[in-house]
């Protein structure tokens, strides 16, 4: 399955409201994006085609109507790399699952998450760096607010803002 078929992947981009706020269709929009149209839940890869497939038109390529879903590379862009002391990236042996693991400059482990795909998890890796929040599954999925995280990120910058 290619990342982007990866329906997972759209509910959690769909739900990541923080992630979406922050695409400017308008002026940032590219013939390598990819996009759900939220009303039909059909694929929009802009190098294959411009329209809806549902609907075979283009009442749909409306900002409002359709979901980002990110590359790779764009999640790693707003990713604050001096928040984030260690990572690591763990595929399940066998399996097609991957551990995201992250560690502070003690060595404590801070945050680990389990994911179907790579895009899943440096998704997982911004909303918890950015937003402090981690996924639910619960009642069809959603993004919500980790304590333990808050504290994290502060005692990060307490110990980066001594350094300087
Ligand atoms: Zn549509």
Avoid at 31 to 36: A, G, H, L, P, T
Avoid at 78 to 100: A, C, H, R, T, V
Avoid at 120 to 141: P, R
Wanted: one cysteine or more.
């Amino acid at each position: 399955m290619k990342w982007y078929e990866d329906k997972m992947y759209w509910v959690m981009c769909e739900k990541a409201e923080e992630i979406q706020k922050k695409f400017d269709f308008l002026s940032n929009m590219d013939y390598r994006d990819s996009y759900v149209c939220k009303k039909h839940k059909c694929l929009i890869r802009l190098s294959d085609h411009y329209y809806c497939p549902e609907i075979n038109g283009n009442v749909c390529i409306y900002p409002k109507n359709l979901t980002w879903l990110p590359t790779q590379e764009e999640l790693q862009e707003m990713i604050d790399w001096k928040q984030l002391y260690s990572f690591e990236i763990i595929p399940e042996i066998g399996g097609n699952k991957f551990l995201g693991r992250i560690w502070d400059s003690e060595g404590e482990r801070v945050y680990d998450v389990w994911c179907n795909s790579i895009n899943q998890l440096w998704l997982a890796f911004v909303m918890y760096l950015n937003y402090h929040k981690v996924w639910s599954s619960q009642s069809g999925g959603r993004w919500i607010k980790e304590e333990k995280c808050q504290n994290y990120l502060t005692e990060v910058k307490k110990k980066s803002s001594k350094k300087l």
